[in-house]
């Protein structure tokens, strides 16, 4: 009865590994729901030019991973980040302004 027991926890606890590790693995094809809808945000703190690089890197996965809908709601954030970016940088010019 002990042995049947003790299968059963163990079987119980590999069932439950399974999941975790799964959920630690970052797969390149996924998406990033922090930037994208600011949900899974908890584990998540970026500066203004990592979040810039990553949104970036995300809008270069490109429609393998994204709805067009997506894309464009990535290159707005971007541009807002950006913007955000040169306003808080003195001397620096704004891409307008060197057009």
Same mark, same amino acid.
């Given at each position: ?11 119980? @606890?590999?069932?439950? /590994?399974?999941?975790?590790? !799964?959920? $630690?693995?970052?797969?390149?094809? %996924? #998406? ?9 945000c ?16 995300e @809008?270069?996965?490109? /429609?393998?991973?994204?709805? !067009?809908? $997506?894309?464009?709601?990535?290159? %707005? #954030? ?22």
């Open positions: 009865m002990k042995k049947i027991w003790a299968l059963i926890i163990v079987s119980g @606890l590999i069932a439950m /590994a399974g999941p975790v590790s !799964a959920v $630690e693995q970052n797969d390149t094809n %996924e #998406k990033e729901l922090c930037i994208l809808y600011a949900r899974d908890a584990d998540k703190l970026f500066n203004l030019q990592e979040k810039i690089r990553h949104m970036q890197n @809008l270069a996965k490109g /429609a393998t991973v994204y709805r !067009a809908d $997506e894309i464009k709601k990535l290159k %707005e #954030k971007l541009k807002e980040a950006e913007d955000m970016m040169y306003a808080l940088m003195p001397n620096s010019s704004s891409p307008k302004e060197t057009k």
